[in-house]
């Protein structure tokens, strides 16, 4: 069994029994195919459907929920490309134009048989590729996230690799990983790494990852709520049914990464690989953030000044971590912290949060019928 849940076996089963259908069908299609294209080719008939998993979807950044996601929005990304190609006067055959893929698949789908056939290849193409269709992807900068504070810094990479003496993602690996990015499986299979030793710092079981994280990182902390944070984190992990796959969360996530100089931290953040939410927790007593050191002389418009300007801080810092990661941040403050047990539950639900709703492939094939019909195909 793969962290997604699926025995290989049951993919086996499932793909064998695709082809089989696939091949029975095959005869009266490829004739189907024939009539519309006046080509002959079983080749050519399959890269009219299978060379656009790129082009009508995102397929390299897009985690599908199941083989109808995939094929709902495929076809979704089939219509939008109908669209373009028509304003462009491009969709039609023209007299020396052969009938290009979007005008032969508006044209099939229309076909029942043609659409089964369409459906079932796509099927079987989810399956075959099933860990790369269902794994959330993160956009690049997420691809190495760097947290601690000070001179304490580790790092957690999709696929780590050393390379002239500096860690980096080894790129032909990370589409092989089976872990979900950001979980605790994740941080079990590469380690944590340190950027001054050539060997990652790996864990032999998840208690030795709980003992890391309350021994080290929440010690860390001088704040008496970030340690209480922490002690429910692990609370949380230690009842899941599936700790594994629970995302980490990241203490003091840095803006600026390892090397450069320090410019923001957030105290906690959860990057969550299966709804691809991205939330950043601040914890802000106004005794620590929004705090005037010295009092006697000082005018009240100095005192206006210097609190805006601490503001405008925060401010600058929440911006940043949105613009530059897609990190939304939420700030626990005076009122707040008195319930810590109700600032926890607003983590844990980013914690626990998992994939939503899907768009129907019937849904979507009515969309691409209906637009067939606009167009007079």
């Not at 984190?233 to 796959?245: C, I, Q, R, T, V």
Request: net charge neutral.
């Amino acid at each position: 069994m793969d962290v997604t849940g699926i025995d290989k076996r049951f993919l086996e089963k499932n793909e064998t029994a695709l082809s089989e259908r696939i091949k029975a069908l095959q005869g009266e299609a490829l004739k189907k195919y024939e009539k519309m294209t006046g080509r002959a080719s079983l080749h050519s008939f399959h890269a009219m459907i299978g060379s656009n998993n790129n082009l009508f979807v995102d397929s390299v950044r897009t985690a599908f929920l199941d083989p109808n996601d995939f094929i709902s929005q495929w076809l979704q990304g089939l219509a939008e490309r109908a669209k373009e190609r028509e304003s462009e006067g491009k969709l039609r055959p023209g007299k020396y134009r052969d009938i290009g893929r979007e005008y032969f698949l508006l044209l099939a789908l229309k076909d029942e048989l043609l659409t089964e056939y369409i459906t079932l290849f796509l099927t079987r193409n989810f399956y075959r590729n099933f860990k790369e269709r269902v794994r959330q992807k993160p956009e690049e900068s997420l691809w190495s996230i760097w947290f601690g504070s000070g001179n304490l810094v580790w790092g957690l990479l999709i696929s780590p690799e050393m390379r002239i003496d500096e860690w980096v993602n080894d790129k032909s690996e990370m589409r092989r990983t089976d872990f979900n990015y950001w979980t605790i499986r994740h941080v079990m299979e590469t380690g944590f790494i340190d950027p001054e030793s050539e060997e990652p710092i790996k864990f032999a079981c998840n208690k030795d990852f709980g003992n890391f994280y309350r021994s080290v990182l929440k010690r860390l902390s001088n704040s008496k709520y970030e340690k209480e944070i922490s002690d429910r984190y692990l609370e949380y992990l230690n009842k899941s049914k599936a700790p594994m796959e629970e995302p980490f969360l990241i203490p003091e996530l840095r803006f600026a990464g390892k090397d450069k100089k320090h410019k923001y931290r957030l105290d906690f953040t959860v990057l969550n690989p299966y709804t691809m939410k991205m939330t950043g927790f601040e914890i802000s007593p106004s005794s620590t953030h929004m705090k005037i050191s010295k009092i006697t002389g000082i005018k009240k418009y100095e005192i206006d000044e210097s609190l805006s300007k601490q503001w405008q801080k925060e401010v600058n810092k929440r911006n940043e971590y949105f613009s530059s990661y897609g990190i939304t941040t939420v700030t626990f403050a005076d009122d707040d912290l008195n319930d810590i047990e109700h600032c926890f539950s607003i983590i844990e639900k980013c914690l626990s949060e998992r994939s939503g709703e899907k768009v129907s492939v019937s849904a979507s094939l009515a969309d691409v019928r209906g637009l067939a019909d606009e167009l007079s195909l």
